[in-house]
């Protein structure tokens, strides 16, 4: 039998450990196999004040994780937060880490890496990994506020140029030896300036099958140059091809806007080459003043007016050309500052390089009207200053700013399918859908819209989205 008194002991025992504040000693935590139990494998059961700290890490592991979510969520900018006008997708913003306002934004060819520049003379790379966007690196690109970024194709590596106010374009290139984030990572290979006595406006990159890689470089009196790789791979070294001013020189004081842009495709529209136009000839679009422009390169490699588009009420934001090589014509979008987004379609005669046609005079008539602002406006200028400076320019312009260009040149004609959104003000920016089938404007209360053509080829807005 068991006996009352080592029962009561037992339980006193209990009762002090109980109360003892440091909790039970080691060998008192083991609990062996009580009377009835099946199991017979002794368990560990850690004091109270354990179980509390084990939840409270636990807690706050927890925490730190949802909050690492938050973070890397709230980076991405495919995250959703404020509602779009038509009830679409929501956006979230990105928290930048710029000293100062966002000046540009372009995103790769694959869309997995975006460049950005800012007023802060910097730039950042950033590159998405598992849905969320990382930096790769920061640094300071220019002395001036950084005011346009674009990448170069793919096939020729990883890097990309840089416009800034300092009048400066450079190329930068990708050094994978160099430490991620070390304000090494992307180092500059070249440098150019303007070739007039005004700064650099806009700039584009065309690269032609594996063969030949050009920049096109546009100053803020009108002054576009065409430059060369010397091996298509290689960035760091260009050479002139030709240069033309596609506009009379702004006056002093004007405001101004100055865009220029390549053709998309890869090779021009088929009817173009039909009508003789070399594969390498490709289409530059500039938007200069009130003024819209198609450039091709002829025969002599020498610029020279495809078309020119009809005048705008007001000065031309921004041009952009849709990607319809598959197609018999061209479309190109305009954007102008009375409001409207204009959509021209771009088609080529059938015998627009036959020396005979009427091609060739209207060729003719607009080469004569383009070479005679260079050629005169030291006449109506004061001959100091600005003045001076832009006349000095046009007297040292290459040949094919002045004179003609060789006979048979494929010319191109214009005519505006649509014009709209003049409801949200000014038109600042473009961008067509990769398919060409949809195109996106950007207007200065700061929204989004998308506008597509319906089976009649009514152009209608599509979706919107609104700045808050």
């Known amino acids: 039998m068991d006996n009352p008194d080592n029962n ?164 930068w290139e990708e050094d994978v030896s160099a430490p991620l984030n070390s304000g090494r990572r992307y180092r500059c290979v070249c440098t150019l300036k303007s070739q007039s006595n005004m700064p650099l406006a806009s700039f584009d990159f065309k690269h032609i099958r594996n063969t030949e890689t050009y920049l096109t470089l546009l100053t803020r009196d009108g002054l576009l140059s065409v430059w060369e790789a010397v091996e298509y791979d290689f960035l760091h070294d260009w050479k002139l091809v030709d240069s033309h001013f596609v506009c009379t020189p702004p006056g002093r004081g004007t405001e101004t806007t100055f865009k220029v842009h390549v053709e998309s495709a890869e090779l021009p529209c088929w009817t173009a080459l039909a009508a003789g136009l070399s594969e390498k000839a490709f289409g530059i679009v500039t938007a200069a003043m009130n003024t819209v422009k198609i450039w091709r390169l002829n025969g002599d490699r020498c610029l020279y007016t495809a078309v020119e588009f009809p005048l705008h009420n007001g000065l031309v934001r921004d041009a952009a050309w849709a990607n319809g090589a598959a197609w018999p014509y061209d479309l190109i979008a305009t954007a102008c500052k009375d409001g409207y987004v204009r959509v021209f379609k771009m088609t080529t005669p059938e015998h627009s390089n036959d020396p005979s046609g009427s091609n060739m005079d209207q060729a003719a008539s607009s080469l004569e009207q383009e070479s005679e602002p260079a050629s005169t406006s030291s006449s109506h200028r004061s001959p100091s200053g600005i003045g001076a400076g832009l006349a000095s320019a046009g007297s040292t312009a290459s040949h094919s700013q002045l004179g003609p260009t060789p006979p048979g040149p494929v010319m191109h004609h214009v005519e505006e399918l649509a014009a709209f959104g003049r409801e949200y003000g000014q038109a600042w920016q473009l961008k067509w859908f990769h398919l060409s089938n949809a195109l996106m404007s950007s207007h200065e209360d700061g929204s989004l819209h998308t506008w597509k053509p319906d089976v009649d080829d009514v152009w209608t807005e599509h979706s919107a989205i609104d700045s808050s």
């Not at 038509?86 to 966002?102: E, I």
């Not at 690196?137 to 170069?152: C, G, I, L, M, P």
Request: charged share 30%; hydrophobic share 30%; no cysteine.
């Open 8 to 171: 009561n002991s037992d339980n006193s025992g209990e009762d002090q450990n109980d109360q003892n504040p440091l909790g039970p000693t080691e060998e008192e935590r083991w609990v062996g196999p009580q009377r009835g139990d099946l199991n017979t494998t002794p368990t560990y059961e850690p004091p109270e004040w354990r179980r509390q700290e084990n939840e409270a890490e636990a807690a706050s592991a927890w925490e730190a994780e949802e909050e690492a979510r938050e973070r890397a969520r709230m980076a991405s900018p495919e995250a959703s937060g404020s509602t779009g006008a038509a009830g679409g997708s929501n956006f979230r913003t990105w928290d930048h880490g710029h000293r100062d306002v966002v000046t540009t934004i372009a995103y790769n060819f694959h869309g997995d890496q975006i460049a950005t520049g800012s007023a802060d003379h910097r730039m950042k790379v950033f590159e998405k990994e598992n849905d969320t966007w990382k930096v790769v690196d920061t640094w300071r690109a220019h002395s001036a506020q950084v005011f346009e970024v674009k990448w170069v194709s793919p096939q020729i590596g990883v890097a990309l140029g840089s416009l800034g106010d300092d009048g400066k374009f450079k190329v």
